[in-house]
């Protein structure tokens, strides 16, 4: 199978001008602060994935399947009523950093929390180290 046409593609809107039309203001606050966390621990600009995910790095991946695409390392989107933050590598490996990092909800490789206050930020900057880590080793630039 040819690497298929995914909907989630980098994009050269500005991340800038995406989370200063962020409506509610605390959450573009934390839009902010964590574009400037996920930029420092990644040591990659923000980019704009799709309309509405702000990215860092990337990768290439190929499942069993044959199907292939390429998507940001980590990043995250201030969505209506809750920031998601997309933990790639999944949360099973993390269920000790977890506990501690606040009052957030998780999916497959989904963090969701209503404000930045709610939580350890030192804690999430621990936790989006290791995903990068664990990213690394899977899949090396």
């Known amino acids: 199978m040819a690497k298929s046409d995914n909907k989630t ?3 050269e809107v500005s991340v800038d001008n995406f ?6 203001e605390q959450q573009r606050l934390d839009a902010i602060k964590i574009v400037d966390l996920m930029a420092r621990v990644s040591g990659h600009p923000p980019k704009m994935w799709g309309p509405s995910i702000i990215g860092f790095g990337h990768y290439h991946y190929r499942y069993d399947s044959g199907r292939e695409g390429d998507m940001c390392r980590i990043g995250f989107s201030p969505r209506k009523g809750q920031t998601v933050l997309y ?3 999944g949360f099973q490996e993390y269920e000790a950093i977890l506990s501690s990092l606040g009052k957030c909800k998780t999916g497959k490789s989904c963090l969701y929390i209503k404000r930045l206050s709610d939580i350890d930020v030192t804690v999430l900057e621990e936790l ?3 995903s990068l880590a664990s ?4 899949y090396p630039d």
């Open 9 to 11: 593609k980098m994009t």
């Open 19 to 24: 989370v200063a039309a962020v409506a509610d």
């Open 87 to 89: 933990i790639v590598d």
């Open 128 to 130: 989006c180290a290791r």
């Open 135 to 138: 990213m690394a080793e899977k």
